[in-house]
């Protein structure tokens, strides 16, 4: 399984990006989509996953981002609004499976895309 992630970027407070992540290979077994974020410094942390059921979010986005698949095109989006400097990371997509509690840890994916850098700055 292939992730790659786009969209990453400079943005001002208050602004709003859409993160892409391209999947490929044999991703039928691997039935979630995560985005977990790091920041300098900091551990790899959780953001969001969509599968099979409703999406889960990350207390700290809920209400700002919005997680998105088109099953025609692989891809899985994530909509950011509202962005605050705090939310200045690389973003990563990865591709996993589990029960639905264990999509908040990285330990479930074992697949990562390469990342994309979001830096929200006035």
């Known amino acids: 399984v292939q992730l790659q992630a786009s969209g990453g970027g400079l943005v001002q407070p208050g602004g709003s990006l859409r993160l892409s992540c391209v999947a490929s290979g044999f991703t039928k077994n691997y039935h979630a989509i995560g985005w977990f974020r790091q920041a300098p410094g900091k551990e790899r942390d959780f953001v969001s996953a969509?599968?099979?059921?409703?999406?889960l979010y990350a207390d700290s986005v809920k209400g700002r981002f919005i997680i998105s698949r088109d099953n025609a095109l692989n891809t899985v989006y994530l909509q950011m609004n509202s962005l605050e400097p705090e939310d200045t990371a690389v973003y990563y997509c990865a591709a996993g499976q589990g029960v639905r509690s264990s999509l908040r840890t990285t330990a479930s994916y074992p697949f990562w895309g390469q990342g994309t850098q979001v830096t929200v700055s006035s």
């Open positions: 969509l599968s099979g059921g409703s999406p």
